[in-house]
Structures are given as C-alpha cells and as structure tokens.
C-alpha cells in the first residue's frame, strides 16, 4: 500500500497530507497567526487556585490563563491513586514550570500540565518520571525485552522514558544519541527557567513540517514531496541528521501547482467541511458537530446492493463502522460523540457492527471511550480533543442560515488567495494580476495579510492590484490576469 507524506507551504500557511493510495488519511495545518502551543514548555505563574475545580490557573503569557488540574500538577513520579488537593501542589503567585497538553478552544485557555514529556525521535524523556514504558504497540516480546534493556542501562536515577514505536530495530548508539539530545533539551529548559522571569516561553515545540517528519516518517511512508525549495532543505537537514537511512525519500517537486495539486487532494480536502459523506454501498453519514456533542447519522440512501434489508442494514452499518472512525480521526472530531446506526433487529448483527468500530478505532492516537449500543440503538464514545476540529478552525457559522451550515471564514479564503497567488506567480514570475473577493477578504488581504502580498509581489517582481466586488460571495475569488 503506498503511502506519500505531501508537504504544501505558502504565504502564512503550512498543510501536510497523509495520502494512502490517493485518499486523504490525515490533514494537519499550521498558520502563522496561530500556531500551536501543544509542547511547548512555559516559566507560569499561578494567578488563582479553584478549590472547587480542585485546580488553578497559571499565568503563561498567553492570552487566557492556562488551566491545571490537580492531576496534572503531582510531580512526575507519584503515581499514587489517592485524591491531592491542588492547595497542597501550588500556591498563588508561585512560579511553575508547565507544558501545555491541549490547544485552547472556545473561550477556554490552553490544558497545562507538571509533568514535562519530551518527544524526540525514538524516545520521550520524562525528568523525575522513574519509570520507563513502551509502546504498546511494539508487540515483540524479544524486541521489547531489548530495548527495555538498554534504556535503562543508559538512564539515569530517576529519569522516565517512553520507548516510541519507530524503536523497533534501532541500534543501541542510534537510542543513546537520542537520549543525550534528550537530555540536553532538559538541561536548557532548567537553565532558561533560571534565567527567566514568569510568564516566559522556555521550550517551543518542532515547527509542523520537523514535527511531522520526527512522529510519522518511517519506512512505511514511501516518499514525501515538498513544494518549497527551502522548506526542502530544512527537511533533508533534519532527516540526514534523526533518520539518515529515510532522507533521499524527500523530495522536491518542482513541476506547476502545489504538492497538493500534483495529487488531487483539495476536493478531499473541500469534503472534509462538508456534513454529509458518502459511503461506497450507496449510504451516508451525515455528520453535525455542534458545541456540545458530535451527532453521526447512518442512512441507507441509495443501496447498490441486491440482496435483501437486513442484509443491506448490516452491509451498510458495518461499511459506516469504519468511516466514522476514519472521519473522526480526519476531522480532529473531539469530545461526546453519538452515532446513530441504522436499526438492526438482531443482537448479534449489533455486536458485528459494535466489534468493526472498535476494531476500527483501536489505532486511532487519540484516546477513545467507547459505550455499547443503548437501548435506542446509539453508540456512545468519547474522544481525546487537544484542539479545534478541523471544520470549526477554518469555517465559522453562517449568517444567514440561523447557524445551521458553516461558511469558511474571510481569513481562510485570504489564505486560499495567497496560496493560489504563490502557485502562479512561482511559474509566471513578472506576471501581474488583478484579485477580485468580497470586501471583507480584500479588507484582510489589504491589512493584517499586507505584508505576506508585498512579499508575494516582491518575489514576483510584478504588481497584486485588490478590487472588492460586493456582488461576490465570501468563499468565492478571482485572480485576472493584466
């Protein structure tokens, strides 16, 4: 099965695909404006204890508060299960060392938590967490035996380490390294928080593109393109440096359009904001995230199928089994999510249909809770949310259809601008060009994004004229050639 890691970047905006023979399995996205704080490692200051909420709020230099539970404030080795008061971990107007777990959603501030975890390419180092663990999916009793072995020979008193799944295989000198740049990243984040007042950001996570390639690159990736020729060599720097035996498996595309144009993936990507999925034996999911809960509905539309109703029941429950887990996991869909299969009559073909979603979600990297069928035929799960799905961080809801559809928002379609201007003037440099959206898009384009067009129209040597045409809808444009 070939499966292609494409990294797309332009103005303000960095995507990358995850494609398995053409399909879109992953989506990750990374703006300027906002990027993400998950790993980063910040000098707080506790403003305010919640007795209540058994937890506190930090000061990190964020713009709201961070919250910690009392959970996530023990320190790295307790491992006890009895309750702490969070009184009895932090106090007001203590500093805290902290590392942030889950993006801020809504008008709620960014999950922190005590325990730092250190992600490197083979191993996670966890100071003070004496203890070392192991992927659970590495499944050779041997090699899990091995490896165990050697990390703790090379630890340190005290020190905890996850062995990651990519271990499998890798010489002792390859772990040790990673280790001792580990170790090193500690040291400074020590050294930082010393020299430092709070609140102050003292370890930032990879970038998207060196973080990805550090968590999914493997030998069962078989190539990755790039469409950016600096981008590229930054990568290569990193792979020849972490994984030497997969770095010629980057490459540079240098032919017209992006890495995501060469492939085809902008209409998987345009269906990814859209409710309804289409199922091959002719059914549907019809997917509605509200603020609440993610409803899932299965209908059987369009059967393609001869045999009977039951049978196409089953056929269809089961086919939607496993796309929910896919779109779940697509979508970053988090939080309460309900299902509502198709009525089946037979316990046993409920229990089918129960074991394929679990079977499904099982490799799914976020954490998943999953309830039996209810009395009303509803499958209820929980799913890890470390941050805004994907149709709430690039849509908003629309104004005139009393919040029942979403729009895209005018700063995705400013970024969709210049995407699309980057492409042509990359291969028509000199080339002038008129952009014609709706007013509040040319508003951005012509304010918060001026810099990123003077930068454009600097590279191109050539002139972005902006006219607004109120006559345009939000998610419409034009780029005319002059």
Request: with cysteine; aromatic share 6%.
């Amino acid at each position: 099965m070939t499966q292609e890691l494409l990294i797309n970047v332009s103005p303000r905006e960095t995507r990358i695909a995850l494609v398995s023979q053409g399909h879109l399995r992953e989506l990750f996205i990374e703006r300027e404006e906002h990027r993400p704080l998950v790993g980063n490692v910040y000098l707080g200051r506790v403003t305010k204890i919640l007795a209540g909420a058994n937890a506190a709020f930090v000061d990190c230099g964020l713009e709201r508060s961070a919250f910690l539970v009392a959970n996530d404030a023990r320190p790295p080795g307790d491992f006890q299960n009895n309750r702490m008061d969070i009184s009895d971990l932090v106090q007001e107007g203590a500093e805290v060392i902290v590392q942030v777990i889950k993006e801020p959603i809504g008008d709620k501030g960014a999950r922190v938590r005590s325990r730092i975890a250190l992600a490197g390419r083979y191993l996670v180092l966890i100071p003070d967490g004496d203890k070392v663990n192991i992927s659970r999916r590495l499944t050779d009793i041997e090699e899990r035996a091995r490896l165990t072995t050697l990390i703790e020979g090379a630890i340190e008193p005290g020190d905890g380490v996850i062995i990651r799944t990519v271990s499998q295989g890798v010489e002792s000198e390859d772990l040790a390294n990673d280790l001792l740049s580990l170790k090193e990243c500690w040291s400074d984040i020590q050294a930082a928080s010393d020299q430092t007042d709070a609140p102050s950001c003292i370890h930032a996570e990879l970038d998207l593109v060196l973080r990805i390639l550090r968590d999914r690159l493997s030998i069962s990736i078989d190539a990755v393109f790039i469409d950016d020729r600096a981008i590229f060599s930054s990568a290569q720097d990193f792979c020849k440096q972490f994984m030497p035996a997969l770095a010629d498996r980057v490459e540079l595309l240098t032919t017209s359009g992006s890495a995501f144009d060469n492939h085809e993936i902008e209409q998987q990507i345009e269906d990814m904001i859209w409710p309804e999925v289409s199922l091959r034996s002719g059914g549907t999911l019809y997917i509605e995230e509200t603020q609440s809960m993610t409803v899932i509905d299965v209908n059987t539309a369009r059967f393609k199928g001869s045999s009977g109703r039951k049978d196409a029941v089953f056929q269809t429950n089961m086919e939607a089994a496993r796309e929910v887990a896919q779109q779940l996991h697509l979508r970053n869909i988090g939080g309460i999510v309900v299902v509502d299969f198709i009525n089946m009559e037979s316990s046993d073909t409920c229990t089918k249909v129960f074991t394929e979603l679990e079977t499904a979600l099982a490799n799914d990297p976020a954490r998943v809770h999953l309830k039996k069928f209810s009395e009303f035929g509803l499958v209820e799960l929980t799913r890890m949310r470390t941050r805004e799905s994907y149709a709430h961080e690039v849509t908003e809801v629309c104004e005139h259809c009393q919040g029942v559809g979403r729009v895209k928002t005018a700063y995705t379609v400013a970024i969709e601008i210049l995407r699309s201007l980057s492409v042509e003037v990359r291969f028509e440099p000199g080339r002038d060009f008129s952009v014609v959206a709706a007013p509040e898009v040319v508003a951005i384009l012509g304010d918060q994004e001026r810099a990123a067009l003077e930068n454009l129209q600097y590279k191109a040597a050539a002139s972005l004229k902006l006219v607004s045409d109120s006559d345009l809808e939000r998610e419409a444009f034009e780029l005319v050639p002059l």
